[in-house]
């Protein structure tokens, strides 16, 4: 062979992290706060709607390109019930696409959206693979740093930095909110200028809200509400985060007509249809009532809570998030500064598995100290992980 076999806009990604930490976590015997996965399935009747639904045959076969009616159906609806007071409302026949869970949307959106060159900018840190689709697609990924403020414990969006990112080679900018992996909520003020932003510039916009009912404090807003965004933005959803299927890849994207009919063009090309029984279930567990998503986020609130409070015990800088089921954190306080030789120690230190946060990062020197917990785990299990990392304080 003259010449590698893989494709060199890939081989600069190599195997994720998640992989090896996961299977470290396994080789260890420790407890896996790195990947983002629950360790419960969730509602037993959205996992009974599934069973009827292969019991029936629905869906065994080629589901429609789109996705079943059914689902695109509730998905409208579901924007209708928890947005339409701000004037969000999608027709399920020209305005919904259902994907192979938010990761496929993404890749979708961003190959059917880019051509070779267009430059797009993100929020860094940015989940692995929004760089690996934008390479994909021959797009050229423009990061504008999310900056942690250790005296509020929070990331704070430089507004000036995002309006000088943008040049004439900017095609669109790909949001994540509430965001992975600093657990950020972008207000009402941020969004808007992000809008105006868009407008201005004539640009597309990406969203990512797969974790919009995991918001503790404040509200998610969907930028695609906000003026001159309904025709521009490509709106990204999931039920592995709001409904604990993480394996059923359920996705949904909700955009213009158009915007759709792109999407669509290369998901064809992607996966073509998936999950057809999972569809069924899904559409049914978007109608939970109201108790199922204040429930959910009072759940998740409370384990926050609980993981946050031990790693502040054990010496970590804690960065409390609002959002998602992440808590990213400082190491330095405990003499550290290097995220991957940490998290690569940890299991062996402490018996707990996390992410080192530079993995998110174009710019690894601003993400070197910090490193990032899952808490969508019971309360026994974080409890358990607290305990054991107390040992770091110690020693």
Not at 13 to 34: K, P, Q
Request: charged share 25%; glycine share 8%; aromatic share 8%.
């Amino acid at each position: 062979m003259d010449r590698p076999l893989l494709n060199r806009r890939l081989a600069e990604f190599g195997t994720t992290i998640f992989a090896e930490m996961s299977a470290l976590a396994v080789r260890t015997g420790s407890l896996n706060l790195g990947q983002g996965f629950p360790d419960a399935d969730g509602p037993e009747e959205v996992r009974e709607a599934a069973v009827r639904a292969l019991r029936d045959g629905r869906g065994n076969q080629y589901p429609p390109g789109p996705g079943i009616p059914e689902l695109r159906t509730a998905v409208a609806a579901h924007q209708e019930r928890f947005y339409g007071h701000l004037g969000l409302s999608y027709d399920p026949d020209t305005e919904v696409l259902v994907t192979a869970g938010a990761t496929e949307a993404i890749a979708a959106a961003l190959l059917a959206l880019l051509e070779p060159g267009d430059e797009v900018v993100a929020l860094e840190p940015y989940y692995d693979s929004y760089a690996a689709c934008i390479a994909m697609a021959g797009g050229h990924r423009v990061p504008v740093t999310l900056r942690a403020e250790p005296e509020s414990g929070t990331y704070r969006l430089d507004l000036d930095e995002l309006r000088e990112a943008v040049t004439d080679d900017t095609r669109l900018i790909l949001l994540n909110t509430p965001h992975n992996p600093t657990g950020t909520v972008l207000t009402r003020e941020e969004l808007s200028a992000i809008a105006e932003l868009a407008v201005e510039r004539n640009l597309l916009v990406i969203t990512d809200e797969v974790y919009e009912h995991l918001v503790f404090e404040g509200e998610h807003l969907p930028l695609a509400s906000f003026p001159g965004m309904r025709d521009r933005t490509v709106t990204i959803s999931s039920a592995g985060k709001t409904f604990s299927f993480t394996g059923w890849k359920v996705g949904w994207v909700t955009a213009a007509p158009e915007l759709i009919t792109a999407v669509r063009s290369a998901k064809q090309f992607l996966t073509y249809v998936s999950a057809g029984p999972f569809q069924y279930a899904v559409a049914e567990a978007l109608a939970l009532p109201d108790s199922y998503y204040s429930g959910l986020r009072d759940d998740l609130r409370a384990k926050r809570d609980v993981l946050a409070a031990g790693l502040a015990d054990a010496g970590f800088q804690v960065f409390r998030p609002t959002g998602t089921y992440f808590i990213t954190t400082d190491i330095r306080p405990l003499g550290e500064n290097d995220g991957f030789a940490f998290c690569r120690s940890l299991p062996e230190r402490a018996g707990v598995v996390a992410i080192p946060n530079a993995v998110f990062y174009d710019h690894k020197d601003e993400g070197a100290p910090f490193v990032r917990f899952a808490f969508c785990k019971s309360i026994e299990v974080l409890q358990e992980a607290a305990g054991r990392l107390k040992a770091l304080a110690a020693g």
